[in-house]
């Protein structure tokens, strides 16, 4: 009985194997679609509808197409080991003697021998084949939209604010470089697809890559910050992503390209806000500088202090004397005059404020320099008071004398004919009468004296 048993396992072994071989002869067709934003790496899959293999779904018949798409790479895998890794699109042959196939090529017989030399494998196998040939797809398109952020505040060198505590969130994206190295690293030989959920994680279920980009985000904060010119305010780091990128790149590259075939290809930064203490300490500097260059701001700042702290007093609910009298302490200690000295300042601030309640009133102009006595001499000496200069000796000069105007226009004359047209100097006009010696009272002689009568002029 054991014997009959035998010969009926081997015979059955036989027809198995023959049975698989041939089975595994059909040439198969490989493809893929787009990988998209979720899976890494994809098992390829027999795309062929009609005359399919339907031997082992583990078998590549030799003489196989592979259709490469765009945004992939391809990874050839023979008995667990990567043989061909193929980067660019386009259509490919499957060419290895460890799955021979009579339709491989046009050499029939070669190949019909390379089968019966594969049946006889499989028949020491048990009819079980003793070769596994996959076609692996790896995704080489940007992984976008990566969230991140920091759960704690970290430390931040601002050049304008020294240390203080931030908090961080945008995204960032990474792209396989590497396919060899991720797929021997990262992925392996998986059954089915590997998807970037299973490398990064989440925001909240973060996997170590995820984590080791949250813990290298300080050291490149620290590349960032530091002293001007060279360091970024915390309030312009969203408008830096070049820089942070490069800066993020330096700190990750080197160690995820060597170890997982991986690069960082963008960061975008969404938001930077303090914490509350650093956000208290950022507001004092600001309101410092602020008063300490313009001075009217500082004046308005104590006045308004001074008028709400008079209010507080009027409202005091033991009375409105006590209040004032703290008031009047305070006073005592700051200065009483504390908002006369500010409101002093913002007068005395240049430039002067237009309007408001602490511009000034309307200020008389200038007076007008005093106009040196005395008369100036020819020499340049001005002030002179007496007949001779006080600086050359010179005499005083006579006064011009004003002169007369002829009917001919001729003016300044001071003979007794006119310069241009020789006509005599005009009579002077009686101040009194000729006769009776009578002088008006406001100096206008009449025609006829209104005493005697005489004709005046």
Known sequence: MGLISLIRNVAGTTFDSINSQISDQYLEFFTQDSLGQDILVKKGANKMEKGRNKGNSEVISNGSIINVPEGCYCLLVNNGEIVDVVSDAGAYKWDTSTAPSVLANKNFGENLKA?????????????????QQRV?????????????????????????????????????????????????????????????????????????????????????????????????????????????????????????????????????????????????????????????????????????????????????????????????????????????????????????PQGGFFAPQQQAAPAAAPVAAGWTCSCGQTGNTGKFCGNCGSAQPAPVAAGWTCECGQTGNT????????????????????????????GNMPKFCPECGTKIL
Do not use: H
């Open 115 to 131: 089968s019966i030399a594969d049946v006889w494998n499989r028949m020491k196998m048990g009819g079980e084949i003793q070769q």
């Open 415 to 442: 003979g007794k004919f006119c310069g241009n047209c020789g006509k005599p100097a005009p009579a002077a006009a009686p101040t009194a009468c000729p006769q009776c010696g009578f002088k008006p009272a406001d």
């Open 136 to 352: 692996y797809f790896v995704n080489k398109l940007e992984m976008m939209n990566q969230n991140f952020g920091t759960p704690s505040p970290v430390p931040y060198a601002d050049p304008e604010y020294r240390n203080i505590y931030i908090r961080l969130n945008g995204t960032f994206s990474f792209r396989v470089e590497n396919p060899v190295t991720f797929f021997r690293n990262i992925s392996g030989n998986v059954r089915d697809e590997y998807t970037v959920a299973e490398f990064m994680g989440t925001p909240a279920k973060p996997q170590q890559p995820r984590l080791e980009f949250l813990d290298n985000i300080t050291e490149t904060l620290n590349k960032c910050g530091g002293p001007y010119p060279n360091g970024i305010m915390f309030s312009t780091l969203p408008s830096k992503q070049g820089e942070f990128r490069r800066y993020m790149q330096d700190c990750l590259d080197d160690e995820w390209l060597q170890k997982r075939g991986i690069v960082v290809e963008t960061v975008a930064i969404a938001s930077v806000t303090p914490d509350d203490k650093s956000r208290e300490r950022i507001e004092k500097v600001d309101e410092a500088k602020l008063y300490g260059s313009d001075p009217s701001a500082l004046g308005a700042a104590v006045a308004l202090g001074q008028t709400e702290a008079m209010k507080a007093a009027g409202a005091n609910a033991n009375g409105a004397v006590n209040g004032f009298m703290g008031l009047g302490m305070m006073g005592a200690v700051g200065g009483n005059n504390a908002t006369a000295a500010a409101i002093g300042a913002v007068q005395n601030a240049q430039p002067a």
